[in-house]
């Protein structure tokens, strides 16, 4: 995972008598006046893709999709629940320092110009990354992050910062809809998400809101008409969908331009049982019947491995509830001289394809390729959480279309042909009858087309992972059947069996520079067990 160090440039201004030295700006030096909208745009999107996606393959370990060789350090930790402050830095850098105090200067810089779209798309960045963020760590700075000169910003709570975000998207909306001056460059010139399309633009504001709204199934104020209503607005097919598309730069090292998971997973993620069981529908209350079949991602999504013998075979998967975790699986290598690893735990595929020698040692995951795509927010994402809100409803025939929609849509993304994706959605192993669908059915199948997603996290902790009333573990009544605690818990921060990853920990920066701020904010915050405190929505 991401472990870069960026140094924060101070640009110190100096007064001189020489006032011939302001005539001109320079045009390689960040002010008000360049680079013009279409130049800041796209980093501002690439490195809010990083962060997104980088705080996706932390929930990843933690929610048990990923495994990780041992003992990677914070890769492990995260497989055991334990974010200490350095594992959670990346994403909070990625977005405070190149990212969020970016986007001011491009809405002064589109003002200037007429640029409305610029502004909206500004203030669609802005608002997703505070919410996810505030989602992931429960309390951010978010009014004080930007004021000028101030080092200690103080913290404000995740119920704030939705407050802000949800009106913000109301805002960039709204800028979307209006006709750019002719002075201003069309989107098309700085988007490299949406490649200028306004109406995705407007469709992700509105899934935004969808998702953002949902998270408040434990709160009284909780409204599934304001969520429909969201929805309908919101991506309706895969083409309108928020999908990031990377860089293959064959026989160039530098990584810079790859998918995110590529990066992230590097050689050391593994695929664990449980999401292989949510995938083959081997789990408590799973689709079946005489017309069952496999599930067409399997084979993209889960890595395969040539044996001695010249097959390919799967890859075995790491059981986050057994031994193996605290001391395996081991790291290996290839030893192409004798056709052989140098560790027997080689039968726990590697998640990047390789090839060496004339064999290959892994084919990969769909996520994991050089130029993959990053889902960011899908039409999948939004019929899922259509599903959800019409189960809830006691709508349970349109609730199963969505459902079908959503595996329909995911697979589409990956690539999985039109004619295959109908006969296993008309298979006995996905739900035919309206009756007989359930959340867990629902959520299983959201898990997997959100793989490495962070919204992962959100649902988990909303549907209570596979616990009842009590916090206890319950596959009767549980939503994610098999989500165990693992064998190697953080007991320091879990010490109940009912205890739960609820939050992340807070970034070493502000526990170094800023520890005032953070106990005010919470004084519990720096004891272990901050942890499994649940976030403003994730508590009645």
């Known amino acids: 995972m991401k472990k870069t160090i960026y140094l924060l440039l101070l640009s110190v201004a100096f007064t001189s008598c020489k006032k011939w030295l302001d005539i001109n700006d320079n045009p390689s030096s960040p002010n008000s006046s360049v680079p013009a909208p279409e130049q800041r745009l796209p980093p501002i999107i690439a490195q809010f893709a990083d962060g997104y996606e980088s705080a996706g393959t932390r929930v990843a370990f933690l929610a048990q999709q990923l495994a990780v060789t041992y003992a990677n350090s914070n890769n492990w930790n995260l497989t055991r629940w334990y974010s200490n402050s350095s594992s959670a830095n990346w994403p909070w850098q990625s977005w405070y320092v190149n990212t969020a105090v970016n986007l001011q200067p ?28 505030a989602d992931f760590y429960g309390m951010l700075p978010y009014d004080e992050f930007d004021v000028a000169g101030n080092l200690t910003p103080k913290f404000d709570d995740g119920a ?50 969808a998702r953002f709204l949902n998270h408040l199934v434990k709160r ?41 998971q590529y990066v992230n997973i590097g050689l050391t993620g593994r695929v664990t049982k449980l999401y292989y069981d949510y995938l083959s529908n081997d789990y408590t209350g799973a689709p079946s019947g005489t017309g069952n079949m496999a599930d067409p991602r399997i084979n993209l999504l889960i890595p395969h491995m ?54 290959i040692l892994s084919t990969g995951s769909w996520y994991t390729q050089r130029g993959g795509k990053g889902l960011l927010l899908t ?99 549980g939503i994610y059947k098999g989500f165990k605690r693992p064998a190697h818990t953080y007991v320091e921060a879990y010490p109940s069996p009912n205890d739960w990853p609820r939050r992340f920990a807070v970034p070493s920066y502000e526990i170094n520079y800023n520890i005032e701020q953070v106990l005010t904010a919470n004084p519990n915050a720096a004891a272990p067990t901050y942890l499994n405190e649940p976030v403003w929505w994730d508590q009645p």
Request: aromatic share 8%; net charge negative.
């Open 160 to 209: 704030y910062v939705q407050e802000k975000v949800l009106a913000l998207l109301d805002e960039a909306i709204a800028d979307l809809q209006k006709t750019q001056e002719v002075t201003a460059p069309s989107l098309a010139q700085g988007d490299i998400l949406n490649q200028g399309n306004v109406d995705n633009w407007i469709r992700l504001a509105n899934g935004l809101k």
């Open 379 to 477: 039409n999948a994402e939004m019929r899922f959480i259509e599903a959800e809100v019409e189960l809830r409803l006691g709508q349970s025939a349109e609730a199963l279309a969505a459902y079908k929609a959503g595996i329909r849509s995911h697979m589409s993304i990956i690539g999985i042909e039109g004619a295959l994706i109908e006969q296993f959605l008309n298979s006995s192993s996905v739900i035919q009858n309206p009756g007989d669908l359930t959340m867990s059915h629902v959520m299983i199948q959201k898990y997997i087309a959100l793989s490495y997603s962070p919204e992962v996290w959100c649902d988990l902790r909303r549907m209570n992972y596979c616990t009842d009333a009590s916090g206890s573990y319950n596959e009767t009544v």
């Open 106 to 133: 491009l809405i002064e810089a589109s003002e200037k110009v007429g640029a409305y779209h610029y502004i909206g798309v500004a203030k669609i960045i802005k608002a997703w990354g505070f919410g996810y963020l």
């Open 220 to 260: 009284p104020e909780y409204n599934p008409q304001a969520v429909l209503d969201a929805l309908a607005a919101a991506p309706q097919t895969d083409d309108q969908s928020a999908i990031i598309q990377y860089v293959d730069e064959e026989g160039v090292a530098d990584n810079s331009k790859a998918a995110l």
């Open 306 to 359: 040539e044996n001695a013998s010249g097959e390919l075979v799967q890859t075995q998967f790491v059981d986050m509830a057994s031994t193996l975790p605290l001391t395996g699986p081991a790291s290996y290598s290839y030893r192409p001289a004798s056709n052989s690893f140098s560790s027997k735990d080689s039968v726990y595929v590697q998640m990047r394809a390789a090839e060496e020698g004339g064999r």
